[in-house]
């Protein structure tokens, strides 16, 4: 064993020296990293070197950042991917003072690279970093680590040219898959076969380069299975996990990502072999929009983080949610309400923060988001946040295990919503104290509750001093096996279900539902947790005793392992018919529901309206259909042109006359206008501007509305109008 210490001090030391590392040549260089990695193969036979590819001092906490990908995705690549541009960034980092509170790194994403050298390893582009080792020891003097990007397989010109593995008695044809296949779910290169002698040192020796170079993080892209593309002839698992032990082997501590949209399923590979995993896909627009995002991929990482709360943290490796566009006003495109609201979010699922917009260019609202210590406090706790309330107003929760909790409190909304969470639901009775982390404020001591109204799309995020232990309520489970199926829906076995079974088929068509018959001894408001599973996002459409429709978005990365969400439902004393279904789009699959309180949780004030679910008249009646980024997964299209051609909410029913906030979620490129009658009354014409069909963007306007049942119709007689989604009414007043 001190063998093996010294041996390991000798490695360490040696790859700490990035002031030597950077003067080095490549050729020089790669000498002393084979030799080190020589050293580490010996020390893996004493004790597990290769667990050090997982956590090896990095993975401890997620990573805070910057990757030049966001950027590239508005400007031209090569303006990004420049020397003098990242550089520049490296500087920003420092002097705009997000160094001090522990952004490190800086991360090139694809476009970094060139030609390979003759052992068939990617070396980097000369023209747009010709001083590329200068560059990584001046982003190393400032104190900051670099990263860079990779995709799985082995390139198609490597393979063709038959060149030799570094070190090895073995060529590229000696080891890629065949049949040939493509070598990642990107469809690049070829497949290695990692079964084959060569294989593994060809890793070993990508890997050993690039820590010569004094590269700190790798992300590897593209890797399956994934929810975009479960390829089993391709999977990349094994890849994985020879770039894992690759890191072990050069001595050096790199963190190692893999991207994107990961299978769930395969958890504990990913887990063993990466520090962090991307749940889904790109929250970037991509040219779905001019700006770097825009608020509909920001909340799809709400429905997105369900799945995989319980998959993070230090032993474990972190939930990746994508870059943070934070910090660069109108480029982000998203409101400043919106951008600490998703650092609130990234903050709670310990997501590492990677920013994606230009540092040298922050404004003074940016630099205060994220110099915030409390909450990048929160980010750094070790403590991922679970979901305790789902819906339209998500309460997340952490535990710090001391008597403290972070609480952070949401209103997708696009319009003021006030918020209630209860202690008791928490599992505890009182709040002693309380302090904002946004605002550096204490707010004292609540009983059994807080409310808040937050603005459209606006969060809070508390610090709480909890007091007494809440009874754990009364509640009632309620399998698949329960449910009565109506239509094509079926009821499968499943072994990772509580239930043991699950339902399925559940949608794409009016007449597939379930239908659970739910007793409670007195009329109120209850919990309802849904348990259930699903790859990427899909929508219940939940009726609760032929009242208004509840519409409960999802997502996650398995078919196979459930997750929960849980929102509240209005029942009567006695039976209650509760139905899930999906009658245009797709619904996850379903383990079971679980009902419990004691009828006196907080229910919200607004209501939720699908188009889809509204009465269609002319073209627009045969055009609802699938949109995966709409609530419900589902809008209409084909509205306006002519006079017929309209979406009636004929049942919008508010408690009380009086004027209500309507929110308009709808999708449009370029302008187009709707006209909007409220009870009959003459149509007022409202213009609207978007940038795409395929993603909705919201407004909000006031309507009159009478007590008890009104109808809303949207048109345009002549022009056409945006495709529409949904809308929300809610009263002006809390």
């Known amino acids: 064993m001190k063998i093996a210490a010294s041996l390991w001090r000798a490695i360490h030391n040696v790859h ?7 003067n080095l040549s490549v050729k020089h260089a790669w000498n002393t990293t084979f030799t080190i990695g020589i050293a580490c193969a010996l020390l893996f036979t004493m004790f597990p070197c290769r667990a050090l590819g997982q956590v090896n001092g990095l993975g401890q906490k997620p990573y805070l950042g910057w990757s030049t990908f966001s950027e590239q995705t508005i400007v031209p690549s090569n303006s990004v991917m420049n020397e003098q541009n990242i550089l520049a960034q490296s500087d920003a980092m420092r002097s705009s003072g997000l160094e001090a509170h522990g952004f490190r790194y800086i991360n090139l994403d694809a476009g970094w690279s060139g030609d390979g050298d003759q052992y068939g390893r990617t070396l980097w582009n000369t023209t747009a970093f010709p001083h590329f080792l200068d560059m990584i020891q001046h982003i190393h003097a400032n104190g900051q680590k670099v ?47 990692f079964t084959k002698p060569g294989a593994q040192e060809y890793i070993n020796s990508i890997v050993s380069l ?65 520090n962090a995993r991307r749940i889904q896909g790109d929250v970037e627009c991509e040219g779905d929009c001019p700006n770097l995002t825009e608020w509909q991929r920001v909340l799809l990482r709400f429905y997105d983080l369900i799945g995989w709360e319980n998959a993070s943290g230090p032993a474990r490796g972190w939930n990746d949610l994508d870059s943070l566009e934070v910090g660069n006003g109108a480029t982000d495109g998203i409101t400043n309400t919106e951008q600490q609201t998703a650092m609130t979010l990234w903050a709670m699922a310990n997501a590492p923060l990677s920013l994606g917009g230009d540092l040298t260019n922050l404004t003074t609202f940016g630099k205060q988001l994220l110099t915030n210590d409390e909450v990048l406090s929160v980010d750094q706790s070790g403590h991922p946040a679970k979901q305790v309330a ?57 009983s059994q509750s807080f409310s808040s109204v937050l603005p459209g799309h606006g969060a809070r995020l508390l610090k709480v001093k909890a007091i007494g232990t809440a009874p754990v309520p009364p509640s009632q489970i309620y399998g698949a096996e329960t449910a009565t199926l109506f239509g094509n829906a079926q009821l499968s076995t499943c072994s990772t279900c509580a239930s043991g079974n699950k339902l399925t088929f559940l949608g794409i068509g009016a007449a597939n539902y379930a239908i659970f018959n739910v007793n ?21 459409i939940i ?9 409960l978005n999802m997502s996650g990365g398995s078919s196979n392992i459930p997750s929960k969400t ?36 907080p229910y919200p004030a607004f209501s939720v309206y699908e188009a889809e679910y509204a009465t269609l008249s002319g073209s627009a009646a045969s055009s609802a259909g699938f949109c995966g980024n709409c609530s419900g997964l589902a809008a209409v299209g084909n509205l306006g042109g002519a006079p017929q051609n309209t979406v009636t909410f004929d049942n919008v029913n508010v408690p009380v006359a009086g004027t209500y906030q309507m929110e308009i979620d709808y999708m449009t490129q370029g302008q187009r206008s709707f006209f909007v009658s409220v009870n009959g009354n003459t149509a007022q014409e409202l213009v609207l501007n978007g940038y795409s069909f395929g993603t909705p963007t919201s407004t909000v306007i006031q309507v009159p509305l009478h007590a008890g049942t009104n109808q809303i119709e949207f048109s345009n007689p002549s022009n056409y109008a945006p495709n529409l989604d949904s809308i929300t009414i809610s009263p002006m007043n809390f």
């Not at 393979?159 to 890629?176: E, K």
């Not at 391709?234 to 072990?248: G, H, T």
């Not at 209860?422 to 550096?440: Q, V, Y």
């Not at 009726?543 to 519409?551: A, E, F, K, R």
């Open 543 to 551: 009726n609760v005793n032929d009242g208004p429709d509840i519409t």
């Open 147 to 193: 990263g860079i990007y990779l995709i799985p397989g082995i390139g198609t010109s490597v393979y063709s040219q038959n060149l030799p593995i570094f070190g090895t008695q073995y060529h590229a044809q000696d080891i890629v898959a065949q049949p040939l296949n493509y070598g990642q779910g990107f469809g690049y290169g070829y497949k290695i076969d």
């Open 210 to 274: 690039y820590a010569s170079w004094g590269i700190d993080f790798i992300k590897l892209d593209g890797v399956t299975p994934g929810s975009y593309n479960n390829n089993l002839n391709i999977n990349n698992i094994p890849d994985v996990q020879a770039y894992s032990k690759s890191i072990a082997l050069s001595g050096r501590p790199i963190w190692l990502t893999i991207s994107w949209a990961l299978d769930e399923d395969y958890l504990s590979d990913w887990q063993q072999n990466a």
């Open 566 to 601: 849980t929102i509240p439902v209005r029942l009567n004393a006695g039976p209650n018919s509760i139905q899930f279904g999906n009658p245009v789009s797709y619904p996850p699959d379903m383990d079971r529901i679980i009902i419990g309180g004691d009828g006196n949780e």
């Open 390 to 446: 789902g819906g339209f107003t998500p309460v997340w929760v952490s535990n710090l295990g001391n008597g403290s909790y972070y609480v952070a409190i949401f209103n997708l909304n696009a319009f003021s919503t006030n918020v209630t969470v209860d202690w008791k639901d928490l599992g505890f009775l009182n709040a002693a104290g309380m302090r904002d982390l946004w605002s550096h404020a204490e707010l004292g001591s609540a």
């Open 16 to 22: 700490h020296d990035d002031q030597a590392i950077g």
């Open 520 to 540: 409670v001894q007195k009329a109120g408001v209850y919990r309802m947790e849904v348990d259930s599973m699903t790859t990427g996002t899909r929508s219940f």
